[in-house]
Nanobody
Framework: VQLQACGGGLVQPGGSLRLSCAAS????????MGWYRRAPGKERELVAR????????YYADSVKGRFTISRDNAKSTLYLQMNSLKPEDTAVYYC???????????WGQGTLVTVSS
């Protein structure tokens, strides 16, 4: 499965962005998916995870209540709705497939989100 994240950009604090991750290949719907981010000078971290069917989600404490992960298996697309963005959300965001909590795929280029006034 090849993954392409997009939708990043420059946004002011308090603003919103919606990231998308398009997957090629026929196995999208059988895997859990995750959004990760890597802030400057920090390790990559899991931001949100969604089960294969979409019924179960997980969020890092830092984004809980502000971000929403969703997926459209018919379109092989993963989403991350980000609201009430903060400067500390500035990072390159990546998507990946998961088996359980284990990353399966190679990391793509990601999409840069910059939160700044």
């Amino acid at each position: 499965v090849q993954l392409q994240a997009c939708g990043g950009g420059l946004v002011q604090p308090g603003g919103s962005l919606r990231l998308s991750c398009a997957a090629s290949g026929s196995i999208f719907s059988i895997n859990a998916m995750g959004w990760y981010r890597r802030a400057p000078g920090k390790e990559r971290e899991l931001v949100a995870r969604i089960s294969s069917g979409g019924s179960s989600t997980y969020y890092a404490d830092s984004v809980k209540g502000r971000f929403t992960i969703s997926r459209d298996n018919a379109k092989s697309t993963l989403y991350l709705q980000m609201n009430s963005l903060k400067p500390e959300d500035t990072a390159v965001y990546y998507c990946n497939t998961l088996r359980g909590w284990i990353v399966l795929g190679a990391w793509g280029q990601g999409t840069l989100v910059t939160v700044s006034s």
